[in-house]
């Protein structure tokens, strides 16, 4: 196995041993989301036939904000010990760190996903008039695209003042053309429409995107 | 350099007065609009201006990060914060302009909303310059900005996308403009355009300044070991 990637399978195992032993980051996420669904079922019937309408978009709601207490603690453990600081200045590629990162992240938020969405079945008794397997097709590419941008903006705003609310205000404005793909490809495919041009777009972001994280990710971690 | 400056300024003040007159004065009553239409006069050649604005802050990122040269990094900085100025001047001569043509203050067509999402990745651009410690901002910074110029045809494409499934009033009406109108438009948006630049120019030579004076001072507490009571 070459370095780059003994690098990255080795940062990955040790994030989810560690995640696995304490569990922090996922049962915080799953209860905030938990949450975020019940705070919204007082805005509106979620049994209603309309909730089939708006159910895309507040299930999409509820995993990015998940999937930002994940991203908050992505680098929280390396800052301690100066465990980053000791990566930087090993001859490792930051590009292994990234993959890895990201990766644990995505496994992450997709563990929560797979939790969350029988209740979301339950609490707003969907039933997807579509092909089901395009909402597979979209979880994966839409938690990608979050996953990916998020772990580079963590990294990003590691050193500036009010770190945990940095992340969410850079990360959403750029997620907007991704969550706007996300919901409505949901949407479409939970009322039995075409969501074709929607995954054709999340396709091209995530591409786009994760070569220009990767591109840039080096340069962010050294910079000083 | 430093007389071009008035020049300059004067030159700018009169584009800018004679850019009202015809606006306000000179330019033909559109007919279905009334005199309200007179702002199309400023909402479009902000819109243009603050477009130019976040292309230039993305070339500036691209070259602080390929040459390190810290005039880069000061001219992305100062092309962000105008762009947002004049991104701001669209999103409220927008909705001063819907409410007496449609009876709406907001609508979320594409053009709006597109130009609001823009308005948020340069805002997160200018709170990331605001949060990040001195040393590594240009860097951060300049990544910031590739990534959200790389998201502009996106937002484009999928918000256009998005709003065609459901076709909204378009603003501005389509069509051929007026040949006087258009004169206008273009006079208007020259006169922007100089006075951006200007703004830019000002707001660059008060940046460099600024950190002229931190290096000083810097450097003094350096060599003063008993501080330099800053």
Redesign the interface.
Known sequence: MSAPTGITRATLLKDLRLEWRSKDAINSMLFFSLLVVVVFSFSFDPSAEESRLIAGGLIWVAFLFAAVVALNQTWARELRNQVLDAYRVSPAPANSLFIAKTLGNFIFVTVLEALMTPLFIVFYRLRALGPAWQLLLVAVLGTWALVV?GT?FAA?SL????REI?LP??L???S???L??MV?STTAILNGEGAR?WIV?LV??DL??TT??LL?FE??LN?? | MKKAFPILGVLTAVLLIYALYMALVWAPTEKTMGNVQRIFYYHVPSAWTAFILFFVNFVASVLY?IKRKPAADIVALVSAEVGVVFCTVVLVTGPIWARPVWGIWWTWDMRLTSTL?LW??Y??YL??RR???S??TP??AA??A???A??VP??Y???W??RTQHPQPVMGGGGSIDPRMLHVLLINWLAFSCFAFLVCWSRYRLEKLQRDVDHAHALASLLDPRGSGR
């Open positions: 941008n580079f990003m050193r500036t003042r009010s940095m205000l850079l959403f404005p750029i907007i053309p991704a706007l793909a409505q041009f777009l091209t972001y786009v995107f220009v994280c840039l340069t962010v910079a000083e | 990060l999402v948020l990745i805002v997160s709170f990331l949060f990040s410690s040393g590594q860097t951060l990544a910031l590739v990534l959200g790389l998201c996106f937002v494409f999928s918000i996308f998005f």
